[in-house]
């Protein structure tokens, strides 16, 4: 019947609310772009440096190694907890996932303090005579720490996918004669492949954009030498041309990521199957499981604690004091806290639009307010420094351009679960609330708020969650002096001052894992999200 | 009665109806919805708008409603004029509406649903409503601990407790199973005898139709084909169309020569000119006797219990026939031969 499936132009309030949202979101990107145009000739002349190609190289090559061992990790790892009789699987499962509360700086901190002639493994092996290790830094360092730390969202997405299959399948094929592990490899994982993809994509858009760990590493990607680009030189435009290209290679990969995840939904035949697959007995393999299972841990989760933990007990010892730790993490609340806010409140306009009115101009909004999954943390903070300095010197160091940078960057993180919430209601719900006699605000508050509250608060948490871990973009665009756990972890490891480094880590570690944890059972595996 | 439900715009009451549509228009892009519909309601009066599914009906109750803008064309609420010059926003226009999938509130409890529309206000009339649709004891469960048809008693109260000037029920019944169904229906119909409203309700179930509506207003291609008592509309349908809407009808070629139109079993008096005509005839009006002669064949026989539906077929064109019969009559099966005739009434339209 046309009346059920019919649009209605939405509310011309909503409408240009979502739209300065939208245009809000695409402001750095588009300045960006306008930088590049003005200065044309630079522009083909930076992007031509034979260093830029290396610049390429390396990022990609980076990229590509690390979504290469955190598939190899993750997807067994999804297949151990959802399939088979590993014992304590749910307790796994949650664990695996804990590793995204380390921000990658945090992580190639504790790898630094744990090779070296200083560091924790010398101190702990020196009584069976070990009196040096060589120092961990470079590529292998920022490979190391990248892949313990993203593994998670290959982990958690192929998880997802293996829960979403019909078992009946594998079924099938295991009737038309093929065995387990012929079935596996040839109905299971080419199934599983969107998923698989559409994880490791995450992960490859996490490294390019990652700034902590490869400048803690020195590595030099994209990120690093854009910061040093704009560090160093007095012309700023390099910085901004070089900053486009890696926004263009993020969009890039996020356009692949975009077909594999369609093609995931094309996959799913049978979406929700009713009945459970059977349960895979390990029968030999059971332990062996376990002892892979608990090695990925050390090494993701209790090594990096424990060496916080050897480096904050080295500080104490040397009467290291706190003080600044408390006041950095006073600083990190309250950014997170107005950051999710704020966050939350400039996601409701897009949501109800996307949710509610479906159309040519509600996509093109929506689309403008996820641009920030294609922007590098280091990348918003530069364009809006270069903007405020240009257009707005007041606004130049202040937290309200700090707040407008996480809006733009964690926007879909809260748009994304709030949409999908919105249209779990059923519009009918509105128009009975109108014909009692309230109007189109009143029965939005009064009969979707309360039923939408719950994902709404779970994507401000999980907003909150990365602002709190967020770096560059918090580093650049500060008032000067004011200090958050991350800018404090990065300015002392930076410094070589690891024993003073390790308290604030271990304190946003801590903060991190949280929300972290209670959001581990809502949180779709499509609203993760690389930083 | 809320504050947001006030008297605004009060005009003459044209001719004392609760409800007038004049000439209602709406397309949604390509298809036209709505084509020129005209509607009158009588104040106290239960009407049931039949027709298929697409023909509008749906979107008809929602311009009424005020959910849905019509592209052109009037409205008169009590009088009031909702649609054409301007339009009063649905929260006051004092209309209840009873959705298909009741739209109850999932967050509130029973009494918080019934209490809804009066925005905190007065108890008392929230309990009277309650007794009236017989929901004592279930004020503080939640919707989903309801029968179905103790759902559908919530969403009546819901929207009869601000006092409305009209309710309107979109496929009310359609989600309960048919055990259900007859018993809700009449529920339904006493309830809103008792809040003295007038109601208008959408279904594509002419037995629902029949049943319990004051009149009865066939819709086919978004208009308004014929308006009457169920009996009018089901002995008197103008057209075929609505013929086959309200209960199964044997349409029948024929011809008409002075003034008697005839078909392969019977004869009537008909006021058309000579030439090819259609013999309407109900199943239940046509007598079946078995005849090893007979000039009818049995093809099929659907049993029902208190009734059964034989389907034959006449002639030398193999015309089908249904004819109804009640559960006592002789046994028939495919294939035996046997002699119809007319035993009620019969009309003929022209071809």
Known sequence: MPARGARHPPPTATASLAALVGAAALLPAGYLVIRATEATGQTWDVILRSSTAWLFARSLGLAAAVTAACILIGVPLAWLTTRTDLPGRRAWATLFALPLAFPSYVFALALTGSFGDRGMLVAVLGTFGVEGLPSISGFFGAFFALTLLCFPYVYLVTAAGIRGLDPSVEEVSRTLGRGRWRTFLGVTLPLLRPSIAAGGLLVALYCLHDFGAVSLMRFQTFTQAIFLQYRAAFDRTPAAILSLALILLAVLILAVEQRARGRARYHRTAAGAGRPATTIALGRWRWPAVVASGVVVVGSLLMPVAVLGFWLGRGVRAGVPFDLTWSAAAGAIGLGASGSALTLLAAVPVAVLAARHPGRVSSTIERAAHVGYALPGLVVGLAFVFLAVRTAPPLYQTIPLVLLAYLVLFLPQASQPLKNAIQQVNPRLEEAARTLGRTRLQAFREVVVPQVAGPALAGAALVFLTVMKELPATLLLRPTGFETLATRVWSWTSAGRLSQAAAPALLLVALCAVPLYLLARRVQPEDVRAE | ?351
């Open chain 2, 1 to 351: 009665m809320t504050q947001t439900m006030t008297h605004d715009t009060v005009t003459a009451d044209r001719n004392g109806s609760a409800l007038r549509c004049v000439d209602l228009r709406k397309r949604f892009g390509a298809t036209v919805a709505v084509d020129g519909l005209d509607l009158t309601v009588p104040r106290g009066e239960l009407l049931a708008l039949l027709g298929p599914s697409g023909c509008g009906k749906t979107t008809t109750l929602r311009m009424i409603a005020g959910l849905e803008r019509p592209d052109t064309g009037d409205i008169w609420i009590h009088g009031r004029h909702v649609d054409g010059a301007g339009s009063v926003p649905p929260e006051r226009r004092r209309v209840g509406f009873v959705f298909q999938d009741l739209a109850l509130f999932p967050h509130l409890d029973v009494w918080g649903n019934i209490a809804f529309g009066l925005g905190g206000a007065p108890a008392e009339r929230v309990e009277e409503m309650i007794t009236l649709a017989r929901l004592q004891g279930l004020e503080r469960r939640m919707p989903h601990e309801l029968s179905g048809g103790q759902q559908q008693r919530v969403a009546l109260a819901r929207c009869l407790v601000p006092g409305p000037d009209l309710v309107l029920l979109d496929e009310p019944f359609s989600n309960l199973d048919r055990m259900l169904r007859a018993a809700v229906r009449a529920e339904v119909r006493e309830l809103l005898r008792a809040a003295g409203v007038t109601s208008v309700f959408v279904t594509h179930d002419n037995e629902e139709a029949l049943s319990i509506a004051d009149h009865v207003a066939v819709m086919l291609d978004g208009r308004i084909r014929q308006v009457g008592t169920p009996s009018s509309v089901y002995a008197h349908p103008v057209d075929g169309e609505v013929a086959e809407l309200v209960g199964e009808m044997n349409l029948l070629p024929g011809s008409v020569r002075d003034r008697r139109a005839s078909t392969a079993f019977a004869e009537v008096a008909a006021s058309l000119p000579d030439g090819p005509c259609y013999v309407l005839i109900r199943p239940e009006d046509i007598g079946i006797d078995p005849d090893p002669a007979g000039p009818a064949v049995v093809v099929d026989v659907e049993y029902y219990g208190h009734d059964e539906l034989i389907r034959c077929s006449i002639g030398p064109s193999e015309q089908e026939v249904m004819v109804r019969v009640v559960g006592t009559g002789p046994r028939l099966v495919p294939g035996d031969r046997v002699r119809l005739r007319l035993v009620g009434a019969a009309r003929a339209l022209p071809a």
